[in-house]
């Protein structure tokens, strides 16, 4: 039942955004604009454009590769991406727009070859998620791209045991850039979808409460050529 109604919500979606589809190539119109709702499936109109035709939620997973440090961090369990698709400006496109929520990760790492460092690293979004999906493919199986804004944290810091002391304000100065493109799948019980993006871990500043170490932080870790590893599950509509 939960996998019928997810597929209803998703063509009725698909026929609200076709009855603005334009002409293409030979004269039909683009492939959104031939599915109908199914019977029983409520065609709610939003009241303007930028009103979501679909929210979709995500499990996320993955990992990072700081570039510096030679080591990855996982992303923690128990992360959510949630996903709303509204009609776009072109036909054969929606326009995306999401929230993205992960729990605060540790992670081990080796400093210098010889030093072992823990830390747990936090991971907080700036701003909306934004983008669009190219559905003329489909609107359950689209090309994604989409860009998100999110500040990195640290907390916990410990060398071989000992803690830093860096306190609650150590983070980026700026947020990271994380581009995610490629096709993602939105149907029921559907493998994941798998993003690589790089990007660039900017400066730290307010780093310790003792004495300064933002330029540690900055030296150990920030710098370009890092790279994510993002893994979305469609959880459902």
Same mark, same amino acid.
């Given at each position: 039942?939960?996998?019928?109604?997810?597929?209803?919500?998703?063509?009725?979606?698909?026929?609200?955004?076709?009855?603005?589809?334009?002409? +293409?190539? /030979?004269?039909?119109?683009?492939?959104?604009?031939? #599915?109908?709702?199914?019977? =029983? *499936? %409520?065609?709610?109109?939003?009241?303007?454009?930028?009103?979501?035709?679909?929210?979709?939620?995500?499990?996320?997973?993955?990992?990072?590769?700081?570039?510096?440090?030679?080591?990855?961090?996982?992303?923690?369990?128990?992360?959510?991406?949630?996903?709303?698709?509204?009609?776009?400006?072109?036909?054969?496109?929606?326009?995306?727009?999401?929230?993205?929520?992960?729990?605060?990760?540790?992670?081990?790492?080796? +400093?210098? /070859?010889?030093?072992?460092?823990?830390?747990?690293? #936090?991971?907080?979004?700036? =701003? *909306? %998620?934004?983008?669009?999906a190219d559905i003329r493919d489909g609107l359950l199986n689209p090309d994604l791209d989409l860009t998100l804004h999110i500040r990195l944290a640290l907390?916990?810091?410990?060398?071989?045991?000992?803690?830093?002391?860096?306190?609650?304000?150590?983070?980026?100065?700026?947020?990271?850039?994380?581009?995610?493109?490629?096709?993602?799948?939105?149907?029921?019980?559907?493998?994941?979808?798998?993003?690589?993006? +790089?990007?660039?871990?900017?400066?730290?500043?307010?780093?310790?409460?003792?004495?300064?170490?933002?330029?540690?932080?900055?030296?150990?870790?920030?710098?370009?050529?890092?790279?994510?590893?993002?893994?979305?599950?469609?959880?459902?509509?």
């Amino acid at each position: 039942m939960a996998t019928a109604a997810m597929t209803a919500a998703a063509m009725t979606a698909v026929a609200v955004i076709g009855q603005r589809a334009e002409p +293409v190539a /030979g004269g039909d119109t683009a492939a959104v604009a031939a #599915v109908s709702p199914p019977s =029983g *499936a %409520a065609a709610v109109l939003p009241v303007n454009r930028s009103d979501p035709l679909l929210t979709g939620k995500f499990a996320v997973g993955g990992r990072a590769r700081v570039a510096k440090l030679g080591s990855d961090l996982p992303l923690a369990k128990g992360g959510l991406f949630t996903a709303n698709l509204a009609e776009g400006s072109v036909a054969g496109e929606v326009a995306v727009s999401g929230t993205l929520d992960l729990p605060p990760a540790p992670g081990y790492f080796v +400093v210098f /070859g010889f030093m072992p460092v823990t830390a747990t690293s #936090v991971l907080t979004q700036e =701003g *909306a %998620a934004t983008g669009v999906a190219d559905i003329r493919d489909g609107l359950l199986n689209p090309d994604l791209d989409l860009t998100l804004h999110i500040r990195l944290a640290l907390t916990d810091v410990r060398q071989d045991g000992v803690d830093l002391r860096v306190g609650p304000d150590c983070r980026t100065v700026a947020p990271l850039v994380i581009r995610l493109r490629g096709p993602i799948a939105m149907a029921p019980e559907s493998p994941p979808s798998v993003f690589e993006s +790089v990007f660039d871990i900017p400066p730290f500043t307010g780093c310790g409460t003792a004495e300064d170490l933002s330029p540690l932080m900055t030296g150990l870790i920030s710098g370009p050529g890092n790279r994510m590893t993002t893994e979305l599950v469609f959880q459902g509509f």
